[in-house]
């Protein structure tokens, strides 16, 4: 509980906590800047941002999805985490080096910060926060008016609550990590010289 003297506006990290709390129901931790415990509301489900911004133009429903930095989250039900490796294997990626991983139970994420209508209303009249451009975003927020978990992708074909199944979202996270390391890895064109060689 945060305590401040009457009138008082709470901080932006704060109110941030707050909000996500009060809002969503997700566990906080830490102040500057405020993480999201996984394991107990969702997972995470993380890829280089340039594979899951591909990934995004094919896989048009997820869950939220977050990016911060060079990386991309894609938030999966609870549990979730513990199935990444099995389905690897099962989608025959298991022993190909990709620069996918899952954060589960234990695991704690930045909080981005919300997309729009900030500061929440119980902030209001606060200063607006600024974020650093660094900052976690949200791409696909959730939506606080609805609830969360049917949303987020599960074990199972067919999924629910209009996300895709786990099996398709890992199987479409594995080919565009595949593909950027395959593309990092590419020699660049050569020049033609003068004299046609």
Same mark, same amino acid.
């Given at each position: 509980?945060?305590?401040?003297?009457?009138?008082?506006?709470?901080?932006?990290?704060?109110?941030?906590?707050?909000?996500?709390?009060?809002?969503?129901?997700?566990?906080?931790?830490?102040?500057?800047?405020?993480?999201?415990?996984?394991?107990?509301?969702?997972?995470?489900?993380?890829?280089?941002?340039?594979?899951?911004?591909?990934?995004?133009?094919?896989?048009?429903?997820?869950?939220?999805?977050?990016?911060?930095?060079?990386?991309?989250?894609?938030?999966?039900?609870?549990?979730?985490?513990?199935?990444?490796?099995?389905?690897?294997?099962?989608?025959?990626? /298991?022993? $190909?080096?990709?620069? !996918?991983?899952?954060? &589960?139970? #234990? +695991?704690?994420?930045? @909080? %981005?910060?919300?997309? *729009?209508?900030?500061?929440?209303?119980?902030?209001?009249?606060?200063?607006?926060?600024?974020?650093?451009?660094?900052?976690?975003?949200?791409?696909?927020?959730?939506?606080?008016? /609805?609830? $969360?978990?049917?949303? !987020?992708?599960?074990? &199972?074909? #067919? +999924?629910?609550?209009? @996300? %895709?199944?786990?099996? *398709?979202?890992?199987?479409?996270?594995?080919?565009?990590?595949?593909?950027?390391?395959?593309?990092?890895?590419?020699?660049?064109?050569?020049?033609?010289?003068?004299?046609?060689?």
């Amino acid at each position: 509980m945060i305590l401040r003297a009457h009138g008082a506006r709470p901080s932006a990290p704060a109110a941030r906590s707050l909000w996500y709390e009060r809002e969503l129901g997700w566990p906080t931790a830490g102040s500057d800047p405020v993480e999201l415990l996984t394991g107990v509301a969702f997972d995470v489900i993380e890829l280089p941002a340039v594979a899951g911004f591909a990934m995004l133009r094919r896989v048009p429903r997820t869950g939220p999805v977050a990016v911060e930095g060079a990386w991309m989250r894609f938030l999966v039900a609870p549990g979730s985490s513990d199935e990444l490796p099995g389905l690897l294997d099962w989608l025959e990626w /298991g022993g $190909v080096a990709l620069d !996918l991983g899952a954060i &589960g139970a #234990g +695991g704690r994420i930045t @909080a %981005p910060c919300p997309a *729009r209508s900030w500061p929440p209303p119980l902030a209001a009249g606060a200063p607006g926060e600024r974020c650093p451009q660094e900052a976690a975003v949200w791409l696909r927020p959730p939506d606080p008016k /609805g609830e $969360v978990e049917p949303t !987020l992708p599960r074990a &199972g074909f #067919g +999924g629910d609550g209009g @996300a %895709p199944d786990l099996v *398709r979202l890992v199987g479409a996270a594995a080919t565009e990590c595949h593909r950027a390391r395959l593309s990092r890895a590419r020699p660049l064109p050569r020049q033609r010289r003068a004299g046609g060689s």
